[in-house]
């Protein structure tokens, strides 16, 4: 079985998303029973909701609604990681009140999209060591050459768990593995990261195959070890590169010839260990 650590729920009938103008094939209704009905098919038995960058005015709203969904009977979806923004002097305050929350499980400000130094700023730092030691995890989502830059914030809060998103996100599509594979393994020193193998589809041309993802997939592992890594399906993200299902069949053939020990800790265990997920 599969818990899923990255699902994306769309609903522009409930929050506003403005950075989906720029992405035409996104900008659409993903709908939680859309996922689900092919999730369960897929061996999918739970599910992490991943923030989807709303409207800024709207980031608690997106957590109870995705909660509300969680309370609907048989839902597979177990917690939220909530979005934040650090570099905010509000963090603080906004920190408390999810503390109390039990279903925020974590946060993610999103960076790959956004200026180098953004979390570089003095508020950004101190507020992310207000995470050293707390319950929650950090979700990093950065581009290769940014991969230093979160090497920075790992350093800050040694007693924070850290999650690396989409294997670094590689630019696979051009084949690079330079200087990606150099900062991934120097990241992956850090006893308090973790990698999260998820929807790197949506990197790769129109013609990938299997083969195609292997190098980044195997050395994302390989440097991280089976206990610190975890996977997502970046779903609706990952439809850019095929959908649920091929990204599914994908992971199951580039984990052929694992043992069930290590698929088990991959596809579900180091998930349930990290989030306390029953």
């Known amino acids: 079985m599969i818990i899923d650590t990255h ?9 506003a998303y403005p950075w989906l103008a720029d992405v035409p094939a996104l900008d659409q209704d993903f709908l939680y029973t859309t996922y689900a009905r092919e999730a369960r098919r897929l061996g999918i038995e739970a ?3 991943m923030e989807v960058d ?4 709207e980031i608690e709203q997106e957590t109870a609604e995705i909660e509300r969904l969680a309370q609907e009977p048989d839902s597979l979806l177990k917690g939220a990681i909530a979005a934040c923004r650090p570099e905010e002097d509000g963090f603080a305050a906004y920190l408390e009140r999810q503390e109390t929350n039990g279903f925020v499980k974590g946060f993610r400000r999103v960076l790959h999209v956004m200026p180098d130094d953004l979390s570089e700023q003095q508020t950004f730092r101190d507020n992310v060591r207000r995470l050293n030691g707390r319950r929650f995890t950090f979700d990093l989502c950065v581009l ?4 230093p830059t979160a090497i920075a914030l790992v350093d800050l809060a040694p007693d924070l768990q850290f999650i690396l998103d989409h294997c670094g996100v590689p630019d696979i599509r051009a084949g690079a593995e330079h200087p990606w594979r150099e900062h ?5 020193r850090r006893p ?4 999260k193998i998820s929807g790197v589809i949506a990197y790769a041309d129109e013609a990938w195959q299997v083969e195609t993802l292997r190098p980044y997939v195997e050395h994302t592992i390989g440097v991280f070890g089976w206990d610190r890594a975890v996977w997502g399906s970046d779903w609706p993200v990952c439809t850019l590169g095929g959908n649920l299902s091929t990204w599914v069949g994908a992971t ?11 698929k088990c800790k991959l596809l579900s265990g180091n998930a349930r260990r990290i989030w306390k997920l029953a």
Request: hydrophobic fraction near 40%.
């Open 7 to 15: 699902l994306h729920l769309i609903d522009r009938s409930k929050l």
């Open 54 to 57: 709303v409207d800024p005015s």
């Open 144 to 147: 290769p050459h940014q991969i």
């Open 252 to 262: 199951h053939a580039l984990l052929k010839g694992c043992s069930a020990d290590e």
């Open 47 to 49: 599910s992490l909701h």
């Open 192 to 195: 308090n990261v973790t990698a």
């Open 184 to 188: 991934m393994s120097e990241i992956a």
